[in-house]
């Protein structure tokens, strides 16, 4: 394989060699040689096939397209060559050697500069002509029929054309009997394969999918430039009276533009800027003609109404032009993306949509991920969301998200340099990356928007977490007193009081009152006991262990009023039910203490997922959440269990207190 890259690489050294020699002798040639402007342009097709069409060797070893461009430019090369040496030995200095065998090829070898353009449309862009004999059988008539055109046209029997007329024919003439219709099924023949050809493409392109399809875009993007460069001669010749400035150029870059659109696609280098090349073209093409209009139509109305033209009509018609270029290049652009990329347009209008409705409150930065969905095509698509701090991708909920990666593909979202968010889709998407960078550029903002959001929801969750764990911890403090109260300083005391009884019992009867102080010792004894046994229940009341509504019913029958309980005998988590005992507790304390009630209800029920407590007494009213320590602390313990805490207290009506907690069960 090296060998033959070597080889191939020595043919384009060659080729180059030969058109270097040929631009000597157009030189030679003097007047009788190819303008300027006509030679640039052979000599750039033919050094961008060679240059081209090794590279692709180099890249692609083995791969037919850069033989066939390396084809072409030797082709090419020869026919420079050969034009230029006939020029040079007929005409600058006649009866130069060789000069009749230079005339010949170059007017009879005309048919070889169709061969490798039509084996390149056969065989592009993989290499290989499609399976199927109909297409081999219409190559083989191909190069058959060419190959007999150029037989006819080497033997023909007839003149040279002009100016090389004058010139006689190196080899024996075909009768004419013979070679006209010879010459006429040959013809058929190449231009039934030049159909052929342009058909072979247009199969490929419906047949085509992804990379494929945007190869084949490269070469009809180039074939769309010889119809613009006829109208662009034919405009420039209407218009400027013969200056060809305008007919050099577009020469150049069509002749250029075909063997660079062949290796593009094969070497996939910018393949996919295709689309952006062909938006870019047909903008500016048409927004030129119609700057171009407006001036003329400007230009001609102004001088019509100033009776002449004059450098101020001139300066307004630019200045109009000047103030037209932006609006009708936005024009231009919503048309060219209508009409020519709707999926684009589509979906950047949806993006729009959505960012209006999130300017006028009506949409939530986190829908962004729906609409990506939706404009792009991807019901699987997400959106993941980077937190600096946490140093990870989180879903738009918080949480750590799990990336298959070897079914997904990922976008990263970037702003100002500044990472925000990754876009996980599906891997069907790299085929189309102007359509995901535009949509996913036109949400940019709100995707920043939702990072935010989602950033602060988790700092807040965090903070409502601490939060829990503080309580709860200071619930398991409380149960760890009450726990060593209980099974500790209470024990003592009681084994203590027992003690001093039996040594009571132990002493005489007449122990000079050392009995009655020792009934004085163990009744203190008995108190210190009770308040450690009310310590402890006002800690954590033993009842919560076996539920809330034991505990209620406990702490209503140690009130100093009346209270009607209504509970349920659901069970919740530990932290819930302390809490809301807790809750119970001040609130019971507040309608004895502060209130004056007579009759209070201590009512507790399972509500959609909520524990609803409610304390209602018949007292003063006139309660406020900010009116002192004690309720705000009681708001607080709910807020840390996630929960709300709401207080109705009119003046003389009585007082509702109502809490209402989470809970899973």
């Known amino acids: 394989m090296r060998r033959t890259t070597i080889a191939w690489s020595c043919l384009a050294v060659l080729t180059i060699s030969v058109v270097a020699l040929a631009t000597v002798y157009n030189a030679l040639a003097g007047r009788h040689g190819e303008s300027w402007w006509a030679w640039a342009a052979f000599t750039a097709c033919t050094l961008s096939s060679a240059v081209l069409g090794v590279l692709i060797e180099f890249r692609r070893p083995g791969h037919r397209i850069g033989h066939l461009l390396q084809a072409n430019g030797v082709v090419l090369a020869i026919m420079a060559l050969a034009g230029a040496f006939a020029a040079y030995a007929v005409l600058e200095h006649p009866g130069t050697a060789g000069g009749h065998w230079a005339v010949l090829v170059e007017g009879a070898g005309w048919p070889l500069l169709y061969v490798p353009v039509m084996a390149i449309a056969f065989v592009f862009p993989d290499g290989r002509i499609m399976p199927s004999r109909r297409w081999r059988t219409l190559a083989r008539v191909g190069v058959g029929s060419f190959a007999l055109l150029l037989v006819v046209s080497a033997f023909a029997d007839r003149p040279f054309d002009a100016p090389f007329a004058s010139v006689d024919r190196p080899l024996p003439a075909i009768p004419s009997a013979i070679g006209g219709p010879l010459l006429a099924v040959g013809l058929l023949g190449a231009v039934l394969t030049l159909v052929a050809g342009a058909l072979a493409l247009r199969t490929r392109w419906f047949r085509a999918a992804g990379a494929e399809r945007l190869q084949l875009r490269w070469l009809a993007y180039a074939s769309c430039l010889i119809p613009v460069t006829i109208i662009v001669c034919l405009a420039e010749a209407l218009i400027t009276n013969g200056d060809r400035v305008a007919l050099e150029v577009s020469l150049v870059v069509m002749l250029a533009a075909i063997p660079v659109a062949v290796a593009v696609p094969i070497l996939r280098h910018g393949l996919y800027e295709i689309d952006e090349l062909v938006d870019r073209t047909l903008i500016y093409l048409t927004l030129s003609a119609l700057l171009l209009g407006v001036y003329a139509v400007l230009t001609v109305a102004l001088a019509t109404a100033a009776g002449g033209r004059s450098s101020w009509t001139t300066a307004a018609a630019t200045l109009a032009v000047a103030l037209a270029f932006r609006p009708l290049r936005g024009q231009v652009q919503d048309l060219v993306d209508r009409r020519f990329h709707r999926a684009r347009y589509d979906g950047v209008r949806r993006v729009n949509a959505f960012l209006a409705d999130l300017r006028s409150g009506n949409a939530q930065p986190e829908g962004i991920e729906q609409v990506l969905a939706a404009a792009l095509g991807d019901p699987s698509l997400e959106v993941h969301y980077w937190l600096p701090q946490a140093d990870a991708y989180v879903d738009p909920a918080g949480r750590e998200p799990r990336v298959d990666a070897g079914d ?68 398991a403090e409380r149960r760890r007193i009450e726990r060593d109260l209980h099974d500790g300083a209470q024990q003592r005391l009681v084994s203590i009081g027992l003690a001093l009884r039996h040594v009571q019992h132990e002493l005489s009867p007449n122990g000079n009152g050392t009995s009655s102080a020792l009934d004085d010792v163990v009744g203190e ?12 229940r006002g800690v954590r009341p033993p009842q919560l262990d076996e539920g809330l509504a034991p505990a209620l019913r406990e702490l209503a029958g140690r009130a100093g009023l009346p209270v009607e309980v209504e509970a349920t005998a659901q069970r919740f988590s530990p932290g819930i039910e302390a809490a809301a005992y807790f809750v119970a507790c001040e609130g019971l304390t507040n309608a004895t203490r502060h209130a004056g009630a007579t009759t209070v209800t201590l009512r507790s029920a399972h509500e959609a997922d909520r524990l609803v407590l409610t304390i209602s007494d018949d007292g003063v009213g006139g309660a406020s959440a900010n009116g002192g320590t004690g309720i705000t602390g009681l708001a607080d313990r709910v807020h840390a269990h996630g929960g709300t805490l709401s207080v109705n207290s009119p003046l003389d009506q009585g007082t509702v207190l109502t809490a209402e907690f989470p809970c899973d069960s």
Do not use: F, M, Y
Request: net charge neutral.
């Open 525 to 536: 004894l008995g108190t210190a006991v009770a308040e450690l046994r009310g310590l402890a």
């Open 408 to 475: 997904r593909a990922e976008l990263p979202v970037q702003r100002a340099g500044v990472p925000l968010a990754r876009i996980v889709h599906d891997p069907v998407l790299d085929a189309q990356p102007e359509l995901r960078a535009n949509v996913v550029e036109a949400a940019g903002l709100a995707i920043e928007i939702a990072r935010l959001r989602v950033e602060l929801r988790r700092q807040l969750d965090e903070v409502s977490a601490s939060r829990a764990r503080i309580v709860a911890a200071g619930d």
